[in-house]
């Protein structure tokens, strides 16, 4: 009995011997699948970054390569390269120069085929356009063209499906570029402050072997008709729960604002519709009226492409305005005592006509306010 006993301890002592090195080969087994799928998941990463690099030289290189974006296809290709080679770091091989010659020069070869290919991607071809930009700088279109050397091209200009503008040209090499001053065709803004359609407009090019056409709407928003205000009330409370005010904070927003913009103030904030800020140059002038009397006038600020030195982003938002004391228009610059004042914004369009608003009319309670010691009895300044 006892030699059976001791035969059963013995083999239990092996059991437990034997189960550490079961959990090892168990995780060796893991971390080899783990391992495993880093380096597929690496690999795939650097074949997708070489399609990447591909596929940005046949979208942009055979329309109108710059250097720009055969850098960037150069980076993408040798970031593929780098990460599919990469992913040996991980393996019990470690890094091959073999593999990585071979793959160096198929990474490389199928870069080349690709950049030579777009050469002839518009052989015997007609001329197309490669790209339409607004140069808000110089208010005027900048037109790229692709086409094979020496083809004779007519640009037309369309607005509402009426030509505005034509011009002829040449294709130089493979390409042709040639910049329209907005002012030659300008029939107003492409759509309104709710991006619906205004005015159609719409680039074709001619060429013997056809033609193509490109609408460019969307970037000829430029004329500014409408200027709200909005102020905040700036005061002291005395002791004895009286208010002392000393100005008000004056905020202006310009842009596009038919059809639906709307002036309202009420309980001291802008509680109506804002016009659609654009980028766009203009210069501005705002009045402080009260009736027909004027009690302040801010120097005319002048926008390119809706920024205004000094003052701020008009294309963006609403913006601070200048005051006359620590950032405040100060009361005794404009203030003639309790009633309605309009903030008159007249807007003269560089591109467009010119516009007055004067539908921020907002009164004030400021004596009546001083007077009364009980602040339930106070009111804030609202829309007349």
């Not at 930009?133 to 509402?160: A, Q």
């Not at 430029?222 to 909005?230: A, L, S, Y």
């Not at 963006?316 to 309790?338: E, H, I, N, Q």
């Not at 007249?346 to 010119?354: A, P, Q, S, W």
Request: glycine content about 10%; aromatic content about 12%.
């Amino acid at each position: 009995m006892s030699g059976l006993l001791d035969k059963a301890n013995e083999t239990a002592k092996a059991a437990e011997n034997e189960s550490p090195s079961i959990e090892a080969v168990v995780d060796v087994s893991e971390d080899e699948a783990i391992d495993k799928r880093i380096l597929i998941g690496l690999q795939v990463v650097g074949i997708v970054a070489l399609i990447s690099s591909l596929f940005w030289l046949v979208q942009t290189g055979w329309l109108y390569a710059t250097a720009m974006d055969y850098m960037i296809a150069i980076m993408l290709m040798l970031f593929g390269w780098v990460l599919y080679n990469g992913s040996d770091y991980i393996s019990d091989s470690g890094l091959s120069n073999v593999k990585m010659l071979i793959t160096a020069v198929a990474f490389v070869g199928l870069f080349v085929f690709t950049a030579l290919g777009t050469m002839f991607m518009n052989a015997g071809g007609g001329v197309t356009i490669a790209s339409v930009e607004l140069d808000g700088k110089n208010d005027e279109i900048d037109l790229s063209f692709y086409g094979p050397s020496g083809m004779s091209y007519t640009i037309e200009v369309f607005v509402d499906g009426v030509v505005e503008y034509t011009h002829d040209d040449e294709i130089d090499r493979d390409r042709g570029s040639h910049s329209i001053a907005l002012d030659e065709f300008w029939a107003g803004n492409a759509m309104d402050m709710n991006e619906n359609n205004q005015v159609s407009y719409e680039i074709k090019v001619t060429s013997e072997d056809g033609e193509e056409s490109f609408t460019f709407g969307d970037i000829l928003n430029r004329e500014i008709d409408t200027g709200f205000v909005k102020v905040g009330e700036v005061f002291w409370n005395d002791d004895d729960g009286t208010k002392e005010y000393t100005g008000i904070t004056v905020e202006m927003i310009l842009g596009i604002g038919d059809p639906d913009a709307s002036f309202d103030f009420s309980n001291g904030f802008f509680t109506g519709t804002t016009p659609m800020p654009i980028e766009s140059d203009w210069s501005a002038t705002l009045t402080v009226k009260r009736g027909s009397s004027v009690e302040y006038q801010y120097s005319t600020i002048q926008a390119n492409e809706g920024i205004v030195n000094g003052v701020g982003e008009f294309w963006f938002d609403w913006v601070r305005m200048p005051g006359t004391s620590a950032g405040d228009l100060a009361k005794d610059d404009f203030y003639s005592g309790d009633g309605c004042y309009t903030f008159e914004v007249e807007i003269v369009n560089v591109l467009g006509d010119t516009y007055t608003d004067s539908s921020s009319q907002i009164e004030f309670f400021w004596d009546s306010n001083e007077a009364e010691s009980d602040p339930d009895n106070h009111q804030n300044a609202e829309a007349c």
